[in-house]
């Protein structure tokens, strides 16, 4: 039997006063062609028109909520604590599935992973470009970058087994629960070629606050997580991939070989679990 028949798959949103944005990701959830959908909605006691939104619509949700919470990751560890699915999936207001076969097309790639990664398309001022993909995960790669969120399929054990995402962080929570489940379990991650999710880019890590305070919680996930001999050898690692591909675009091509076998090396340990 397929993961198409016994598999539920929780599509969790949260929303705080974007209404054309969550109405988008209403339709796009709905539009599924996959029915084994419990649809999560969290709305954070919205003012502009959204709760109302809602109500009205209440039979496209499984559970929802509209009330006041303290940010983006308290209103997802609400949601986390509502669902039932087997995987859950966060689409935020404001983003939607690829096409309507997303769910459908992927059911079946759930099967032997915790953590599922897709692909994603970008949105900002009404211009679509593909977001770069990391193809094989490691532990250099979750250091540095981020999966995205909006393509990621997460079992819902995990935060059984874990807790949920870490409201300390305003922002990147989602990135330090990655980073810290490849690093401290045994959590198996796995790429699928598929577009998921396209996602707008006008978010709260946009703007130059933002972007400050996404740079020092990330270094502050990084001191807890990662010892300050290996941050050393991550940085010295993706300066190393920087030389690279420098030597790449000038053309350099002989000297790019001799750095392209020491950096192949050192990605072959980054595999390997700690």
């Given at each position: 039997?397929?993961?198409?028949?016994?598999?539920?798959?929780?599509?969790?949103?949260?929303?705080?006063?974007?209404?054309?944005?969550l109405?988008?990701?209403?339709?796009?959830?709905?539009?599924?062609?996959?029915?084994?959908?419990?649809?999560?909605?969290?709305?954070?006691?919205?003012?502009?028109?959204?709760?109302?939104?809602?109500?009205?619509?209440?039979?496209?949700?499984t559970?929802?909520?509209?009330?006041p919470?303290?940010?983006?990751?308290?209103?997802?560890?609400?949601?986390?604590?509502?669902?039932?699915?087997?995987?859950?999936?966060?689409?935020?207001?404001?983003?939607?599935?690829?096409?309507?076969n997303?769910?459908?097309?992927?059911?079946?790639?759930?099967?032997?992973?915790?953590?599922?990664?897709?692909?994603?398309?970008?949105?900002?001022q009404?211009?679509?470009?593909?977001?770069?993909?990391?193809f094989?995960?490691?532990?250099?790669?979750?250091?540095?970058?981020?999966?995205h969120?909006?393509?990621?399929?997460?079992?819902?054990?995990?935060?059984?087994?874990?807790?949920?995402?870490?409201?300390?962080?305003?922002?990147?929570?989602?990135?330090?629960?990655?980073?810290?489940m490849?690093?401290?379990?045994?959590?198996?991650?796995?790429?699928?070629?598929?577009?998921?999710?396209v996602?707008?880019?006008?978010?709260?890590?946009?703007?130059?606050?933002?972007?400050?305070l996404?740079?020092?919680?990330?270094?502050?996930?990084?001191?807890?997580?990662?010892s300050?001999?290996?941050?050393?050898?991550?940085?010295?690692?993706?300066?190393?991939?920087?030389?690279?591909?420098?030597?790449?675009?000038?053309?350099?091509?002989k000297?790019a070989?001799?750095?392209?076998?020491?950096?192949?090396?050192?990605?072959?340990?980054?595999?390997?679990?700690?």
């Open positions: 039997m397929s993961a198409k028949e016994n598999y539920t798959i929780s599509v969790i949103t949260i929303n705080y006063n974007d209404l054309e944005g109405i988008k990701t209403v339709n796009s959830v709905v539009a599924q062609t996959f029915k084994n959908v419990e649809f999560i909605l969290v709305d954070g006691a919205s003012t502009d028109g959204s709760a109302e939104y809602v109500k009205s619509n209440a039979s496209h949700f559970y929802w909520v509209s009330e919470d303290s940010g983006i990751y308290n209103a997802m560890n609400k949601a986390i604590k509502m669902a039932t699915g087997d995987y859950l999936i966060f689409m935020n207001s404001g983003d939607y599935f690829y096409n309507q997303v769910l459908s097309e992927i059911a079946d790639s759930l099967f032997g992973a915790d953590i599922i990664y897709g692909r994603s398309i970008r949105e900002h009404n211009k679509k470009t593909e977001w770069p993909y990391i094989d995960v490691d532990k250099g790669d979750l250091y540095k970058y981020s999966l969120h909006q393509s990621m399929f997460f079992k819902r054990e995990l935060f059984e087994k874990y807790g949920g995402y870490n409201e300390e962080y305003k922002i990147v929570a989602d990135w330090e629960f990655c980073l810290r490849y690093l401290q379990t045994e959590s198996k991650f796995k790429r699928i070629d598929n577009f998921i999710s996602f707008n880019l006008d978010g709260v890590s946009q703007s130059e606050k933002g972007a400050r996404d740079f020092e919680e990330r270094n502050i996930v990084r001191d807890k997580l990662v300050k001999k290996m941050q050393k050898v991550f940085d010295a690692f993706f300066e190393l991939q920087d030389k690279h591909k420098s030597l790449l675009n000038k053309k350099s091509v000297t070989l001799k750095y392209s076998e020491v950096f192949q090396d050192i990605k072959q340990v980054l595999k390997t679990k700690p």
